[in-house]
């Protein structure tokens, strides 16, 4: 067990405030940097104007991008284009994916000849602690600028572009945290060295896990799946499964909280439309006392005014069934979020880094993919059993009942908590804070 109050100024924790992604993947090792603080790489005190400049320009042009997306055709005809730029290429046949691509050069040579980050890095290098950043150009440029420190990279999503692997990857020390085995294997097809790659899984929040034990989380599951297999379905046929993958006798009959589904939107704000058509249809189901339904706006005030004026409409504001989550920046949202999780039933999605959640023992239903790393996202929630495809929100009323009396959803809960790693937060702890840890590579044994 890994014990914080031994753990303060152990790193420099660097994200980047762009969507909700690298930040999240961040949020859970703020207790490893000074004063349990994430420094933004495009957002910083004293950011050189010509830094800021450029990091606006890639942050304008992604969220103007996953919002054009829903112009008819020509919207999808130009995020095709955006998306080319980052595509994954199919892993089989395994081959060597590690000849450079246009987007990565350009990178590069950004941080050469406009010495983009040099003021971000030189900061740093006052007091050189192991950098761990959860945006590829970070560690790219803290090698590039000579930082003494170990680079630690970590990976946002189930599978990665060869924009996350350094130009010269042979060459290279910067070390990987992988979220899954998926992205560790794809490492190595762009070149980077076996012994860079630690597959730690992706760092879920402290507040959600209660130790290496997990204590908190099989608690919250226990209670989970009693709203989730309402006819005893899955309970009945899995009882020892259950039973020994949570440590308890028996799963009991009451839940400490109504049956909970919570709405989430990206960065962006894009897909706020199936939620508001998720409240007209559960409107009856939450009036009722079936069930609660909490809707996630993020830090975007035009999402909570949308959201708040869609259960106006359904004559639901102030019901105490519903709720939308939002905070004034993304650290009061995510704390906000992940206390909301603890008694989350369903988290209904695009497939983002949230993916990884589904470790918690929530199932997840998948909302359609904004962009190519969210198609594989969303291919490696259904492999693992974690999630599922959403059907048309108008009738949400309908098919999620269904999927809940057939045990369905309770089945999703249960593989995303066998299949998907937890311990990533303590993983990458251990490593960045241990010596004899650091000898071990990608064959590092998950403890999940």
Same mark, same amino acid.
């Given at each position: 067990?890994?014990?914080?109050?031994?753990?303060?100024?152990?790193?420099?924790?660097?994200?980047?405030?762009?969507?909700?992604?690298?930040?999240?993947?961040?949020?859970?090792?703020?207790?490893?940097?000074? /004063?349990?603080?994430?420094?933004?790489?495009?957002?910083?005190?004293?950011?050189?104007?010509?830094?800021?400049?450029?990091?606006?320009?890639?942050?304008?042009?992604? @969220?103007?991008?996953?919002?054009?997306?829903?112009?008819?055709?020509?919207?999808?005809?130009?995020?095709?284009?955006? /998306?080319?730029?980052?595509?994954?290429?199919?892993?089989?046949?395994?081959?060597?994916?590690?000849?450079? %691509?246009?987007?990565?050069?350009?990178?590069?040579?950004?941080?050469?000849?406009?010495?983009?980050?040099?003021?971000?890095?030189?900061?740093?290098?006052?007091?050189?602690?192991?950098?761990?950043? =959860?945006?590829?150009?970070?560690?790219?440029?803290? @090698?590039?600028?000579?930082?003494?420190?170990?680079?630690? $990279?970590?990976? $946002?999503?189930?599978?990665?572009?060869?924009?996350?692997?350094?130009?010269?990857?042979?060459? =290279?020390?910067?070390?990987?945290?992988?979220? $899954?085995?998926?992205?560790?294997?794809?490492?190595?097809?762009? &070149?980077?060295?076996?012994?860079?790659?630690?597959?730690?899984?992706?760092?879920?929040?402290?507040?959600?896990? &209660?130790?290496?034990? #997990?204590?908190?989380?099989?608690?919250?599951?226990?209670?989970?799946?009693?709203?989730?297999?309402?006819?005893?379905?899955?309970?009945?046929?899995?009882?020892?499964?259950?039973?020994?993958?949570? &440590?308890?006798?028996?799963? *009991?009959?009451?839940?400490?909280?109504?049956?909970?589904?919570?709405?989430?939107?990206?960065?962006?704000?894009?897909?706020?439309?199936?939620?508001?058509?998720?409240?007209?249809? #559960?409107?009856?189901?939450?009036?009722?006392?079936?069930?609660?339904?909490?809707?996630?706006?993020?830090?975007?005030?035009?999402?909570?005014?949308?959201?708040?004026?869609?259960?106006?409409?359904?004559?639901?504001?102030?019901?105490?069934?519903?709720?939308v989550i939002d905070g004034p920046t993304?650290?009061?949202?995510?704390?906000?979020?992940?206390?909301?999780?603890?008694?989350?039933?369903?988290?209904?999605?695009?497939?983002?880094?949230?993916?990884?959640?589904? &470790?918690?023992?929530?199932?997840?239903?998948?909302?359609?993919?904004?962009? =190519?790393?969210? /198609?594989?996202?969303?291919?490696?929630?259904? %492999?693992?059993?974690? *999630?599922?495809?959403?059907?048309?929100?108008?009738?949400?009323?309908?098919?999620?009942? /269904?999927?809940?009396?057939?045990?369905?959803?309770?089945?999703?809960?249960?593989?995303?908590?066998?299949?998907?790693?937890?311990?990533g937060t303590y993983n990458i702890e251990?490593?960045?804070?241990?010596?004899?840890?650091?000898?071990?590579?990608?064959?590092?044994?998950?403890?999940?």
């Amino acid at each position: 067990m890994v014990h914080h109050e031994h753990a303060l100024s152990q790193a420099h924790i660097v994200a980047v405030d762009m969507g909700y992604g690298h930040q999240r993947a961040a949020f859970p090792l703020r207790h490893l940097s000074h /004063d349990k603080q994430i420094i933004y790489a495009d957002a910083y005190e004293g950011i050189p104007q010509s830094d800021e400049k450029i990091w606006k320009e890639s942050r304008v042009f992604y @969220e103007f991008i996953s919002r054009f997306k829903r112009v008819p055709f020509i919207g999808s005809l130009a995020f095709r284009l955006f /998306d080319n730029l980052q595509k994954i290429p199919n892993f089989y046949p395994r081959r060597d994916l590690s000849h450079n %691509t246009l987007y990565l050069k350009e990178l590069y040579a950004l941080i050469h000849k406009k010495r983009w980050g040099e003021h971000l890095i030189q900061m740093l290098k006052k007091n050189p602690l192991p950098l761990i950043t =959860s945006f590829f150009a970070v560690a790219f440029m803290a @090698e590039e600028l000579n930082y003494e420190g170990d680079i630690y $990279c970590v990976i $946002c999503d189930a599978d990665v572009s060869r924009t996350w692997a350094p130009l010269d990857p042979e060459k =290279s020390r910067i070390k990987y945290f992988a979220s $899954c085995s998926r992205t560790a294997e794809r490492l190595k097809l762009y &070149g980077v060295r076996s012994e860079n790659i630690f597959l730690t899984g992706f760092p879920l929040p402290e507040e959600n896990l &209660g130790g290496e034990e #997990l204590l908190v989380l099989k608690e919250d599951l226990q209670h989970r799946l009693i709203n989730l297999d309402p006819q005893e379905h899955y309970l009945l046929r899995y009882a020892e499964v259950v039973q020994h993958a949570i &440590g308890i006798e028996h799963v *009991g009959h009451k839940s400490n909280h109504p049956l909970t589904l919570t709405f989430a939107v990206g960065g962006a704000g894009a897909q706020r439309e199936i939620g508001a058509a998720a409240i007209k249809s #559960l409107k009856k189901k939450i009036q009722n006392n079936e069930m609660a339904f909490i809707l996630v706006a993020g830090i975007n005030k035009e999402v909570t005014a949308y959201f708040e004026n869609e259960l106006m409409r359904a004559g639901l504001k102030n019901h105490p069934n519903t709720r939308v989550i939002d905070g004034p920046t993304k650290n009061d949202y995510f704390t906000e979020f992940d206390k909301a999780l603890r008694h989350t039933d369903i988290l209904w999605t695009k497939p983002s880094e949230l993916s990884f959640y589904a &470790g918690l023992g929530i199932p997840i239903i998948m909302a359609p993919s904004i962009g =190519s790393q969210e /198609d594989f996202n969303r291919t490696w929630l259904k %492999t693992v059993g974690a *999630g599922i495809t959403q059907n048309d929100p108008r009738f949400a009323d309908e098919w999620i009942f /269904d999927w809940l009396n057939n045990g369905l959803l309770a089945a999703a809960a249960m593989q995303g908590f066998l299949e998907i790693p937890k311990t990533g937060t303590y993983n990458i702890e251990q490593i960045v804070g241990s010596k004899k840890e650091k000898a071990k590579s990608a064959e590092m044994v998950l403890q999940t």
